[in-house]
């Protein structure tokens, strides 16, 4: 029986045993039970979940090790005499073979695949009954012990709270655990960098050519200071010069102009550009905006402007997080206390003298903090940089000369077929780490004024 019906029949069994015991839990009531310590439906989900948690642990378990059950049954049987010693060629026979045992593939390259064929198919239907013979006694071994506890005074509800808590708790260490295992690998990969390349020349040195790399001095070609920069003069220069215009100026109107039908409709419209993925944003910035931008160029007499521009990859990147800016600076200014606006106007001041001497400085702090966290999105944007952006790294100020980033590098250093221990492959480490750190200071910051923010307009 294959995973897929096993699935549903622990599924079934345990809708079984939640209305089942539902129903005895019900006659607790029409009994005229003095005092009963849970609802029906916690009895119910505490026995479903004694049904089906054993066994889909047990499947999890299963999944991993039966693979290398079933090969090692395989292996043990006559016709796997012939198969040649361990190595590429007999991993490659072994997989024709499991591949023609399941159906996946009607052709094999070996021919011993097809001997061993119908071995695979016996061995895999004999540990598929036995998962499902395993399965079945626990989901019924697990479903009988929980529902004799069901009794008018057992506390099921305490116990579905405590598995909802770890449930909860799980899916916060998954995350939490899920970082560090990030931050360890960037960190243990990027100790092997530096090993090889001093620190001090990949973040001080100036000539940046992973493909020509001098095994004696490979950080001579490994200076990553033109990455940083294309990084910054991109997302933080450019992108900005757009984004918080737009983005402060949506976020002025929305909130001190708009009537209240045209923010309820302009609002969501603007968000939406948070919602368009930038893969999108990427063939809009190659196709449409670089070559305008080159157009422009050559119309304005700089006939040696490049297609791959800085200015082509910053103009979709700043149009992309006005929604960032917009909405952080939004919920700044609505959260001036209202008795600032009407005192200011009070006093005679007109609505842009409020807004530019009262609002925007109330709302100052947020608005940084907004800005921030827009600094750090683009500062890590990849598709967009990918597609439109160059990869020769030059320390340039033009933004219709060709430059690069951070993240354009690490996706040219992990494609290809260097070796992944070279150092070229191994710089891609040390730019995530040294990215991870600069947005997370970013995000830091940015989190800090919005906290300092809160704290004095609540």
Do not use: C
Request: proline share 6%; glycine share 8%.
């Amino acid at each position: 029986m294959n995973g897929a019906i096993l699935l549903i029949l622990i599924v079934g069994l345990g809708v079984i045993a939640w209305a089942s015991t539902r129903m005895r839990a019900l006659g607790f009531r029409r009994g005229h039970v003095a005092r009963v310590s849970s609802l029906p439906h916690h009895h119910g989900w505490y026995v479903a979940l004694w049904t089906v948690v054993p066994p889909l642990i047990f499947l999890a378990v299963w999944a991993a090790t039966s693979p290398a059950l079933v090969t090692d049954t395989v292996i043990a049987t006559p016709a796997a005499a012939q198969l040649p010693p361990p190595g590429f060629e007999r991993a490659a026979i072994l997989s024709e073979a499991r591949a023609l045992a399941a159906g996946r593939t009607h052709g094999a390259f070996h021919a011993l695949s097809r001997t061993l064929a119908p071995a695979y198919d016996r061995a895999q239907t004999r540990f598929d009954w036995i998962a499902t013979a395993i399965v079945l006694l626990l989901a019924l071994a697990g479903g009988a012990y929980a529902y004799l506890h069901v009794r008018p005074d057992f506390s099921a509800r305490t116990r579905i709270e405590r598995v909802v808590l770890g449930l909860l708790l799980g899916a916060s260490l998954i995350a939490i655990l899920t970082t560090a295992g990030i931050v360890a690998s960037l960190l243990y990969e990027a100790g092997r960098f530096f090993s090889v390349v001093p620190i001090t020349d990949f973040l001080f040195g100036t000539h940046w050519s992973p493909q020509v790399i001098d095994p004696r001095d490979p950080g001579a070609s490994l200076g990553a200071v033109p990455l940083f920069w294309g990084t910054f003069f991109i997302g933080a220069v450019i992108a900005m010069a757009v984004a918080i215009p737009f983005g402060l100026m949506s976020a002025i109107y929305l909130t001190q102009y708009a009537a209240p039908r045209a923010r309820r409709t302009m609002k969501p419209v603007l968000e939406v550009l948070a919602g368009i993925p930038t893969v999108v944003y990427g063939y809009f910035a190659a196709l449409t905006v670089a070559p305008a931008v080159r157009q422009f160029a050559v119309a304005i007499g700089i006939d040696w402007a490049s297609s791959e521009s800085a200015l082509a990859a910053g103009l979709v990147m700043g149009v992309m997080i006005i929604p960032f800016v917009s909405s952080m600076a939004d919920d700044s200014l609505a959260a001036v206390p209202s008795a600032m606006r009407d005192g200011s106007l009070a006093m005679g001041a007109t609505t842009s003298e409020t807004i530019t001497r009262v609002m925007l400085p109330a709302a100052l702090p947020g608005v940084v903090g907004g800005v921030l966290l827009a600094v750090s999105r683009a500062i890590g944007e990849t598709m967009i940089v990918v597609m439109a952006a160059s990869g020769v790294a030059t320390l340039t100020a033009n933004p219709f000369a060709s430059t690069t980033t951070v993240t354009r590098q690490i996706v040219d250093l992990l494609t290809g077929e260097a070796e992944f221990d070279s150092p070229k492959t191994l710089a891609a480490f040390a730019l995530g780490l040294t990215l991870f750190v600069i947005t997370l200071l970013l995000n830091i910051v940015a989190l800090s004024v919005v906290k300092r923010y809160r704290e004095s307009y609540e």
